[in-house]
Protein backbone atom coordinates (compact mmCIF):
# COMPACT_ATOMS: atom_id res chain seq x y z
CA UNK A 1 0.00 0.00 0.00
CA UNK A 2 1.40 3.38 -1.07
CA UNK A 3 0.58 6.52 0.86
CA UNK A 4 -1.23 9.32 -0.80
CA UNK A 5 1.29 12.14 -1.65
CA UNK A 6 0.82 15.03 1.24
CA UNK A 7 -0.50 18.39 -0.31
CA UNK A 8 2.35 20.95 -0.79
CA UNK A 9 2.41 24.51 -0.37
CA UNK A 10 2.20 24.85 -4.49
CA UNK A 11 -0.56 23.00 -4.27
CA UNK A 12 -2.88 25.13 -1.71
CA UNK A 13 -4.44 28.22 -2.36
CA UNK A 14 -2.29 30.82 -1.69
CA UNK A 15 -4.21 33.89 -2.39
CA UNK A 16 -6.75 33.59 0.49
CA UNK A 17 -3.81 32.48 3.06
CA UNK A 18 -2.54 35.93 1.46
CA UNK A 19 -5.64 38.12 1.40
CA UNK A 20 -6.19 37.01 5.25
CA UNK A 21 -3.22 37.76 6.69
CA UNK A 22 -3.23 41.48 4.53
CA UNK A 23 -6.47 41.87 6.46
CA UNK A 24 -5.47 40.98 9.61
CA UNK A 25 -2.38 43.33 9.22
CA UNK A 26 -4.40 46.09 8.39
CA UNK A 27 -6.50 45.52 11.10
CA UNK A 28 -3.86 45.44 13.63
CA UNK A 29 -2.26 48.56 11.80
CA UNK A 30 -5.43 50.46 12.28
CA UNK A 31 -6.36 49.63 15.84
CA UNK A 32 -2.76 50.60 16.73
CA UNK A 33 -3.38 54.15 15.34
CA UNK A 34 -5.88 54.76 18.08
CA UNK A 35 -4.01 53.14 20.65
CA UNK A 36 -0.54 54.73 20.09
CA UNK A 37 -2.94 58.52 19.88
CA UNK A 38 -4.26 57.23 22.93
CA UNK A 39 -0.39 56.90 24.88
CA UNK A 40 0.59 60.65 23.40
CA UNK A 41 -2.58 61.95 25.15
CA UNK A 42 -2.05 60.25 28.24
CA UNK A 43 1.63 61.53 28.13
CA UNK A 44 0.17 65.03 26.92
CA UNK A 45 -2.65 65.34 29.40
CA UNK A 46 0.44 64.25 32.30
CA UNK A 47 2.41 67.38 31.52
CA UNK A 48 -0.74 69.85 31.26
CA UNK A 49 -1.27 68.32 35.16
CA UNK A 50 1.97 69.29 35.72
CA UNK A 51 1.78 72.48 34.48
CA UNK A 52 -1.18 73.37 36.26
CA UNK A 53 0.31 72.41 39.92
CA UNK A 54 3.44 74.43 39.02
CA UNK A 55 0.83 77.87 38.62
CA UNK A 56 -1.52 77.00 41.01
CA UNK A 57 1.92 76.35 43.34
CA UNK A 58 3.06 80.06 41.88
CA UNK A 59 -0.10 81.23 42.32
CA UNK A 60 -0.40 80.44 46.29
CA UNK A 61 2.50 81.90 47.22
CA UNK A 62 2.60 85.58 48.34
CA UNK A 63 3.51 88.25 46.33
CA UNK A 64 7.06 89.78 46.19
CA UNK A 65 7.52 92.72 47.47
CA UNK A 66 8.06 95.66 45.02
CA UNK A 67 11.38 97.05 44.50
CA UNK A 68 12.84 100.98 45.19
CA UNK A 69 11.49 102.10 42.11
CA UNK A 70 11.29 106.08 40.83
CA UNK A 71 11.13 108.46 38.07
CA UNK A 72 14.39 109.76 37.65
CA UNK A 73 18.03 109.47 39.60
CA UNK A 74 17.23 112.72 41.74
CA UNK A 75 13.75 111.02 43.45
CA UNK A 76 15.47 107.44 43.61
CA UNK A 77 18.55 108.78 45.70
CA UNK A 78 15.73 110.42 47.71
CA UNK A 79 13.59 107.61 48.39
CA UNK A 80 17.06 105.77 49.24
CA UNK A 81 17.54 108.25 51.88
CA UNK A 82 14.45 108.33 53.19
CA UNK A 83 14.79 104.93 53.28
CA UNK A 84 17.47 103.99 54.90
CA UNK A 85 16.73 107.24 57.66
CA UNK A 86 13.18 104.98 58.33
CA UNK A 87 14.97 101.69 59.00
CA UNK A 88 17.64 103.51 60.81
CA UNK A 89 15.53 105.14 63.14
CA UNK A 90 14.56 102.08 65.52
CA UNK A 91 18.33 100.82 65.02
CA UNK A 92 21.76 101.77 66.57
CA UNK A 93 22.76 102.85 63.05
CA UNK A 94 24.21 106.24 61.92
CA UNK A 95 24.45 107.02 58.02
CA UNK A 96 27.00 108.69 57.14
CA UNK A 97 26.46 109.88 53.51
CA UNK A 98 24.47 108.15 50.52
CA UNK A 99 24.91 108.91 46.98
CA UNK A 100 23.81 107.79 43.36
CA UNK A 101 26.26 106.14 41.07
CA UNK A 102 24.89 105.94 37.47
CA UNK A 103 25.95 102.89 35.46
CA UNK A 104 26.28 103.28 31.58
CA UNK A 105 25.46 99.59 30.79
CA UNK A 106 22.27 99.45 32.78
CA UNK A 107 20.89 102.90 32.90
CA UNK A 108 17.32 101.72 34.42
CA UNK A 109 19.72 100.43 37.49
CA UNK A 110 21.91 102.79 39.21
CA UNK A 111 23.94 101.85 41.99
CA UNK A 112 23.21 103.21 45.75
CA UNK A 113 25.86 103.75 48.02
CA UNK A 114 25.84 104.36 51.47
CA UNK A 115 27.89 104.30 54.35
CA UNK A 116 26.92 103.32 57.73
CA UNK A 117 28.03 102.79 61.32
CA UNK A 118 26.28 100.94 64.01
CA UNK A 119 26.43 97.87 66.27
CA UNK A 120 26.38 94.32 65.06
CA UNK A 121 23.01 93.68 65.88
CA UNK A 122 21.87 97.29 64.22
CA UNK A 123 23.59 96.97 60.64
CA UNK A 124 22.30 93.32 60.30
CA UNK A 125 18.75 94.56 61.20
CA UNK A 126 18.64 97.04 58.40
CA UNK A 127 20.45 94.80 56.40
CA UNK A 128 18.28 92.31 56.87
CA UNK A 129 15.15 94.74 56.59
CA UNK A 130 16.25 96.19 53.20
CA UNK A 131 16.35 92.87 51.37
CA UNK A 132 13.33 91.60 52.43
CA UNK A 133 10.94 94.20 53.32
CA UNK A 134 9.01 96.43 50.74
CA UNK A 135 10.62 98.28 48.70
CA UNK A 136 13.15 96.10 48.15
CA UNK A 137 17.26 96.84 47.39
CA UNK A 138 19.29 94.31 45.72
CA UNK A 139 22.88 94.47 47.71
CA UNK A 140 25.39 94.13 44.95
CA UNK A 141 28.65 94.74 47.32
CA UNK A 142 29.20 95.42 51.33
CA UNK A 143 31.93 95.88 53.00
CA UNK A 144 32.35 95.43 56.34
CA UNK A 145 34.82 96.75 59.14
CA UNK A 146 35.22 98.24 62.77
CA UNK A 147 34.80 101.67 63.38
CA UNK A 148 35.58 101.95 66.98
CA UNK A 149 36.60 98.80 69.21
CA UNK A 150 34.67 97.52 71.98
CA UNK A 151 35.80 99.37 75.36
CA UNK A 152 34.85 97.02 77.87
CA UNK A 153 35.95 98.95 80.95
CA UNK A 154 33.97 102.07 79.68
CA UNK A 155 30.92 100.11 78.39
CA UNK A 156 31.27 101.16 74.83
CA UNK A 157 30.60 98.30 72.29
CA UNK A 158 32.02 97.74 69.30
CA UNK A 159 31.02 100.25 66.62
CA UNK A 160 30.95 98.56 62.74
CA UNK A 161 30.87 100.37 59.18
CA UNK A 162 29.58 98.94 56.49
CA UNK A 163 29.96 100.19 52.95
CA UNK A 164 26.94 98.98 50.61
CA UNK A 165 26.31 99.29 47.55
CA UNK A 166 22.53 98.54 46.11
CA UNK A 167 20.77 98.65 43.23
CA UNK A 168 17.19 100.30 42.32
CA UNK A 169 14.93 100.89 39.88
CA UNK A 170 14.24 104.16 37.65
CA UNK A 171 11.21 104.08 35.81
CA UNK A 172 10.34 107.09 33.76
CA UNK A 173 6.82 107.78 34.06
CA UNK A 174 4.84 106.93 30.83
CA UNK A 175 4.64 110.37 28.01
CA UNK A 176 1.42 111.47 28.11
CA UNK A 177 -1.51 110.37 25.57
CA UNK A 178 -1.63 111.87 22.48
CA UNK A 179 -4.03 115.47 22.52
CA UNK A 180 -5.14 114.93 18.49
CA UNK A 181 -8.32 113.42 19.80
CA UNK A 182 -8.05 110.65 17.61
CA UNK A 183 -8.59 107.03 19.15
CA UNK A 184 -6.04 104.62 17.78
Do not use: K, N, Y
Not at 18 to 43: D, F, H, N, R, T
Not at 50 to 55: E, F, I, N
Not at 118 to 135: F, K, M, N, S, V
Not at 144 to 165: N, W
Amino acid sequence: MTRPPLPSLSVLPIRPLLLGLGGIGLILGLAAGPVSGAIEAQGQIAAARDHLARAQAAAARPPLPAPLVAPDGDALLAAFRGRLEGLALGRAVVIDWAGLDPDPARPALPRLRTSLRGTADGLHGLLHALETEAPLLAVEEAELGIARAADEEGGRPLVMRASLTLRGVVVPPAPPPDAGGRAP
